[in-house]
């Protein structure tokens, strides 16, 4: 239900959107970015609550990453720029149908994943 596309290979301080496609109306889903790096846990990226009702970032992109979503297309973004070579990862989007806001930032807060997508970032 969810496609994310838009990763690529990129030199440091450069950007990227990526792009996350849903197959169906996202405007009452929690939708989210996640990030995962060979040999680490999945790490909390970026979300908007659904209904508009606010936006969160990891401290690890804050100021850097922006995450945007085009209810109309059904279709969530992240623009991230500046990016860091520890940025590199497989990028999921995911999507929670009755996420509470204390678990906004938690992998299992969210019912539906993307296949991912992978950013490389080279110094």
């Known amino acids: 239900q969810l496609q994310a596309s838009g990763g690529g290979s990129v030199q440091a301080g450069g950007s990227l959107r990526l792009s996350c496609a849903a197959s169906?109306?996202?405007?009452?889903?929690?939708v989210a970015w996640f990030r995962q790096a060979p040999g680490k846990e999945r790490e909390f990226v970026a979300a908007?609550?659904?209904?508009?009702?606010?936006?969160y970032y990891g401290d690890s992109v804050k100021g850097r990453f922006t995450i945007s979503r085009d209810n109309a297309k059904n279709t969530v973004y992240v623009q991230m720029n500046s990016l860091k070579p520890e940025d590199t990862a497989v990028y999921y989007c995911?999507?929670?149908?009755?996420?509470?806001?204390?678990?906004?930032?938690?992998?299992?807060?969210?019912?539906?994943w993307g296949q991912g997508t992978q950013v490389t970032v080279s110094s």
């Open positions: 169906t109306r996202t405007g009452s889903m929690t």
């Open positions: 908007a609550f659904r209904w508009s009702g606010g936006i």
């Open positions: 995911a999507a929670g149908t009755s996420l509470v806001l204390s678990r906004v930032r938690q992998v299992d807060g969210y019912n539906y």
